[in-house]
């Protein structure tokens, strides 16, 4: 397989990914804004802080009104991560893949970016934005469906699963990053319970605040939120489900290629050392200290897959 | 009724309906089968089809618009049929014809008989941009010069067959015919059912066959072909990506490909890989930074130097575009008579070559009915249709001929034939033309039974380029 295909399969996963969890962001956040009007600016602000976009969005509009948060997430061109540049970017880079990608997967990232286009031509009403969001959603899982059930199980799989488990675990790392501070207090006052609606937004960022309750019950508390998101193995968007997945898949590509790579020893030490847990540890070094680090050694596990299958020259 | 109301008896050639009012013999069948059909069921097929060729991303960029601006060729439900006996005749034409242009080359780069002979001047490939001089004396692998050529046919009558253009550089096209005929198989199972047409499915597998056959020497082994973009911004990029996908060959633009000890070789996910054929879909001026275009982005620095060396087998050849000339055009019944001692099995559309003062002189008389075109043009730009455009254009183009009459060929417009195409109030008659794909190993040539048929979806309108809003439909070959 050319480097060049291989790197627009794991882009095209990446921002597949990235425009859903972008609409689970905006999401929680737009719940936020409708029930707590006085903390809306807030949120907003941390959605796009988590998107990575805080800046962009300050240097073009200023205030954080919902109205425009939400139309710069959705629809804006000049914004990098916007769904439409996004889903653009992935037809792009499915489109320089195509030959690597089965009909079925084509046809289903061509017929998400066809629907998104025609969803997004003019702003978005309040009324409308779940219904939005959940085509966005089921957009994505569609293409999902295909690559599952219908790509070959070789290096071209791989490779995709590791855009998508890699943009993930960034996302899932950057929510903890951008909350972190919300769930620090409790942990140092015992007994003290954290803001309700707050940690839910967390979970809902994540659609995972149903599992939760099933798993922990009535209790919330910051130290399981965070053992939840970061050491849960059963759950999907878990910062140790995504790095134990890519370890295996790097695994599945140094076996393929008879020849072990470096992205692949790091990978592995990412989950020896950062993912072993137990979570008090994680909170004794300092929450933030582990999901900086934890970013850092994620962007450079993407370098070194980058380099050591030649992405690009 | 078979007619929509709009369908008059014209003076055109119509392949479905004789002048007489029957149906002829090639559409029986197939009308027979449309009488008896809803037309509603046609119509909402109609849009189906166009949803899928959406789905599936058939869409070209048209230059110098929008990034967001891919559009659909229209594709009309209504097949193109033409019977066992006349294929047979177009088919032995067209081989002819390509045979003869392979040899050409051959000779143009070697040496020069046909120059020698006086049959073909001199000044025209001396002066000609398209002449490559560093392919002189050089073999491509095979002796093969033009491995994929699409040639232009077109009918006046029921006998009267005349080939419009040579396209022996990169002609494109060819993944609409499978396409369209995928289309029609879906839509219209049970016509193949009653209707005995000739595949054209095995043209991917027939390319990569042919391309491996002219495998250079370099090779070893399976030969590794791949297909050579531009990128997901050329027009035709669904053409170049579907035939690499329907060949298992790999699909590179340049950045994926550099030279590694003197072979061409791509950047693969587990180090370079060499390359023994690769079939390009840039311009000869874009291959090699270092040889051609210092500016190109497009190709490879240094494949030149490779490809002297017989490493590589760089398909069309370079320097073939010079067989595409339209000034070049105009002698291809000596070129064809030269090299294969037999008379040209079909005619060449009469040319006036404006270079030469007594043509230029005809040619300025009798403008307004004739068609003039750019000697390097394609894709119906540059051209006038003497009978549809205005006081104002013509007279800007007797500004430009008489500027520069060494850039234009001029040809009598012709009564392109017809075939209906489905509209709303019911088979209208447009016209047509025939692109049929042709490839050329050592093995021998091979023409798939067909090829593509575009069709001009404007009343009267004689441009049936996509660029300028033609479609295309289904060509049928039958079976004896």
Known sequence: MLGKTAGSLFWMARYLERSENNARLIDAGFRIA???????????????????????FQATHGDYSSARVIDFLLRDPANPSSIISVVKQARDNARTART????????????????LVALLKRPVREDDLPDVLTTIRQQSAQVRGAINGTMLRNDGYYFSLLGTLLERADNTARILDVKY??????????????????????????????AYRWLYGAEISALKIAEFLILYRQMPRSLAFCCERMEDNLGQLAEGYGEPTEAGRMAAALNRERLAGPIQSIFDGGLHEYVTGFLRATAAL???IERDYRFVE | MLRGKGWRISVFFDEMMSQEGGTRSPYRDYCGWFEAEDAARIQRKTQ??????RTTGITFNVYGQADA??????????????????WRRLSRGIEQRVRALNAFLHDIYHRQEILRAGRVPTSLIAGNEAFLPMMMGLDPPGGIYTHISGTDIVRTGADEFYVLEDNARTPSGVSYMLENRETMLQMFPELFAKIPVREVSDYPINLLKSLAACAPPACQGTPTVAVLTPGIHNSAYYEHSFLADHMGAELVEGHDLRVVDGRVAMRTTQGYKAIDVLYRRVDDDYLDPLNFRPDSM????GIWDVYRAGGITIANAPGTGIADDKALYSYMPDIIEFYTGEKALLPNVPTWRCSEPDHLREVLDRLPELVVKEVHGSGGYGMLVGPAASRKELAAFRAKLEANPGNYIAQPTLSLSTVPIFTKKGLAPRHVDLRPFVLMSPQGVTITPGGLTRVAMTSGSLVVN???????????????
């Open chain 1, 34 to 56: 409708l029930t707590r009007s006085a903390t809306a600016p807030a949120e907003w602000k941390s959605v796009l802080v988590t998107a990575g976009v805080n800046q962009a």
């Open chain 2, 48 to 53: 189906q089809a166009e949803a899928f060729f």
């Open chain 1, 302 to 304: 993407a370098r070194q």
């Open chain 1, 181 to 210: 501070y919300l769930l620090l207090p409790s942990v140092a006052h015992i007994g003290t319970t954290i803001d309700n609606v707050q940690w839910e937004t967390i979970l809902r960022s994540v659609s995972a605040h149903r």
């Open chain 2, 466 to 480: 996509s660029s300028q809003g033609g479609g295309t439909k289904d060509t049928w070959v039958l079976e004896d």
């Open chain 1, 100 to 115: 690597a990608l089965t009909r079925e997967t084509w046809e289903a990232v061509n017929t998400s970016w066809m629907t």
């Open chain 2, 69 to 86: 601006d891919e559009r659909l060729i229209p594709f009309d439900v209504v097949p193109r049929i033409i019977s066992a006996s006349e």
């Open chain 2, 298 to 301: 497009l190709g490879v620095p």
